[in-house]
Each structure stands twice: as C-alpha cells, then as structure tokens.
C-alpha cells in the first residue's frame, strides 16, 4: 500500500510540473521531460511485472488486437479514397520517425504500466475503475493545446468531440481490459493507432467530427469484441436460442452503428442538412432534417423548372425552388425561391455550387443540430451586434 500511495503521490507531482512546463516550455516537456519520466515508470513496470508481458494469453492478445487494429487501419485509409488524403505533417526520414515514435509511444507504454498496477490493486468496482480511467486521462492529455482551444465555443466543442471525449472513452476502455486481465490489449490497441500516423506518407483528410466519431465507434467494437471473446473462453457460450439472440443482437448494433456513420458522413448518395429557416414551409421547415440526393455535374446541366435544390451559398447552404434559369457562354444560371418568401434570391446559382436535389425531410429531428449550432455561434453574433 505504501508503494502505491508513493506511486500516485510521484504521478501528482508530475502532473502539476507537466502543466507548468506545458505552458512555459512546450519543447522541452515534449522532447526531453516527458518522454524520460515515462520511460522511467515503464522501466519500472517491466520490473515488478514482467511476466505479464512474456505469457502465453499475452501474446494471443496481441495477435487478436492486431488483427482488429488492422481492420481499422483499412476502414481508415478507405475513408482517405472517399474524402481525400493530406500530406503526413511529420518527417518522414528514418530519424524522424524514430524520434516522434519515442516521444509519443514512450508515455503511451508507461500510462498502461501504471493502468495495470493501480488496476491489481483495490476492488474492481465501477467507481475504482472510473477513478483510475479518470486520473490517468489528466495525466496524458495536452494541457498546452486545451488552452488554446478554449478561445472559442466552437473550438472548444471541436477539441472535445474529436480528442478528449474518445480519449476518456479509451481510457476507461482500458481500464476494463485491465480488470479483466487483458493487459496486453490496450498496449496494442494504442501502438497500431499511433504508428500509422507516424508511418504512413499521407492520411485520411477526416473532418473533426468524422475523427472523433472513428475513434469511439472502434472503441465501442473493441469493448463489443473482447466482451464476446472473453465469454466464449469461459465457455459462458452455449448455442442455445438465447446466445444466438444477444448475437444476433451485437450484429444488428454494428450494422446499424456503421450504416449510421456512413450515412451522416456522406458515403451514401443522400445526405442529411438540418433546416435553419421556414422559408419553405409548409414543405419542411425549421428543426426539420432534410434527405437530398447527390448527382452528378452531367445531370445538373438543365434541371427543370419547380425542382428543389441544395446548394452552397457562400458560408451557408440553401435549400430552395428553381423558378427560372438562362444560359450565358453555354453555361446555366438557376434562379431560386423560397416558397414561404415573397422575394426571388439574389444571387444566381451555378451547376459547381449544387450539392443535390431534395428527396424528402423528417419532421423536428434537425432541432439538436440548430440548437448546439446557436449556442455555439452565439458569441459570433455578439461580436457582430
């Protein structure tokens, strides 16, 4: 007991020296504190827990997170041939690689280390396990860039769905491996996911949103996985109606949890905008959600007259009625209106700013979208007044 109260008294004082050192000199934290304290804690682990890493269950934890590590390396660059790729913003020479993999893997592997003895320790109760996911999560996100990100509502908002939400969410993930025995799995797990980014010329070019909701939808599965493959090594499984139920019931959660992501990221040819405005009631109106179908910029060419269009109007994006068109220099202009606006649009509409046509609208369900798009912007438009 005394050690592991000198263990969490030796991790508050690195974390206060760590905010300090964040704020007032991020290289060094970054390049030499940070790496070297956590090398230290892992050295240490290795020594009282060696056999941990050198068993049988270990080495086909692994296997088995590498293979799901896998699958989601290709999920992503899958996602880089829909969205795009970018540029690597990390060298990529041998040196550099390296370097960056120690810097970054370092604190990943003495994290887990000391997950896995604050985990032996105590009753694994939903409360001790929070406790440590929540402690450890303090210990390992940047300080330096929160600061930064709290300039802003919508910043802020971005920084919490597409970082610290999925990096609570893991460590609590790990947490539970770790009170279940699977140590070896959160070192695999988190291994794979930073080596690609460090490895790889290009990466997936994936909005905020799209990053964060990835890095929790794996996280769910991987929970879903080791939950299933845990039962069946204790041969909790029989193949009796009600296993093949709860099953049944973890594929349909999959499939609907991917078929969702999918669709609100844009991979289908409909897609869903939230109506801001009444100006086609009563077709659809404020807090509606709209389904429009993407086309093709040969089908945009001459589209009828009465068609309802999406498309992007400087920084918003309308959804109104085609009620004229004329072609200049063999290109056509669409003329729009609201059916609720006394007024035709201003401006003229090219084929490049259509994204689709509208297909139909589900009543109320865009509400949660406007309201935290308000409450976001709301310091925008103080500014503005």
Same mark, same amino acid.
Request: hydrophobic share 45%; proline share 2%.
């Given at each position: ?33 940070n790496p070297l ?19 049988? &269950? ?9 293979? !799901? ?10 996602? %880089? ?17 390296? $370097? ?12 887990? %280390? ?27 996100? +940047? ?16 920084? !919490? ?6 990096? !609570? ?5 790990? #947490?539970?491996? #770790?009170? &279940? ?8 797990? @988190?291994?794979? $996911? ?15 949103f799209m990053k ?19 039962? @069946? ?8 109606? @009600? ?14 949890? #991917?078929?969702? !992501? ?8 409909y897609q869903p ?16 959600? +709209?389904?429009?179908?993407? @086309? ?10 009465? #068609?309802?269009?999406?498309? $992007? ?37 090219? =084929? ?10 589900? &009543? ?8 935290? =798009? ?6 925008? &438009?103080?500014?503005?007044?």
């Amino acid at each position: 007991m005394t050690s592991k109260k000198g263990m969490i008294t030796l991790l508050c004082f690195y974390l206060g020296v760590s905010i300090f050192l964040q704020i007032n000199y991020f290289a060094f934290y970054t390049n030499v504190f940070n790496p070297l304290f956590w090398l230290f804690i892992f050295s240490f682990f290795l020594y009282q827990e060696k056999e941990i890493i050198s068993s049988h &269950k270990a080495k086909r934890e692994f296997f088995y997170g590498s293979i !799901f590590s896998l699958i989601f390396i290709i999920i992503y660059f899958y996602l %880089g041939f829909c969205f795009g790729f970018s540029k690597n913003p990390y060298r990529q020479d041998w040196l550099s690689r390296i $370097q960056n993999l120690g810097i970054t893997l370092l604190p990943i592997l003495g994290i887990e %280390g000391i997950r896995i003895l604050l985990s032996m320790h105590g009753k694994k109760t939903v409360w001790h396990g929070t406790l440590i996911s929540f402690f450890l999560f303090l210990l390992e996100f +940047l300080y330096h860039t929160l600061f930064t990100s709290i300039l802003s509502k919508e910043a802020f908002f971005q920084y !919490f769905f597409s970082t610290l939400l999925p990096l !609570f969410g893991n460590s609590i993930l790990y #947490t539970y491996f #770790t009170f &279940k025995k699977s140590y070896v799995l959160s070192f695999t797990d @988190r291994l794979w $996911q930073e080596g690609t980014i460090f490895f790889f010329p290009i990466l997936a070019n994936l909005d905020w949103f799209m990053k964060g909701f990835l890095l929790l939808l794996k996280s769910t599965l991987l929970y879903l996985y080791e939950k299933y493959r845990m039962k @069946r090594e204790k041969k909790w499984i029989n193949w009796n109606r @009600r296993n093949n139920i709860s099953l049944l019931g973890y594929a349909f959660t999959l499939s609907f949890v #991917t078929i969702l !992501f999918s669709f609100m990221v844009g991979l289908f040819n409909y897609q869903p905008i939230a109506i801001l405005s009444n100006s086609m009631f009563p077709i659809y109106e404020r807090g509606d959600i +709209l389904i429009y179908h993407r @086309r093709k910029k040969e089908e945009l060419k001459d589209l009828p007259l009465q #068609t309802i269009i999406v498309y $992007q109007a400087k920084d918003r994006i309308v959804a109104h009625r085609i009620v004229q068109k004329e072609k200049k220099n063999d290109t056509v202009f669409y003329t729009t209106k609201g059916d609720n606006n006394t007024d035709l649009d201003f401006e003229k509409v090219s =084929k490049e700013q259509i994204l689709g046509t509208y297909s139909f609208s589900l &009543k109320t369900l865009g509400f949660p979208s406007i309201w935290l =798009k308000e409450y976001l912007n709301e310091e925008k &438009k103080e500014v503005e007044q």
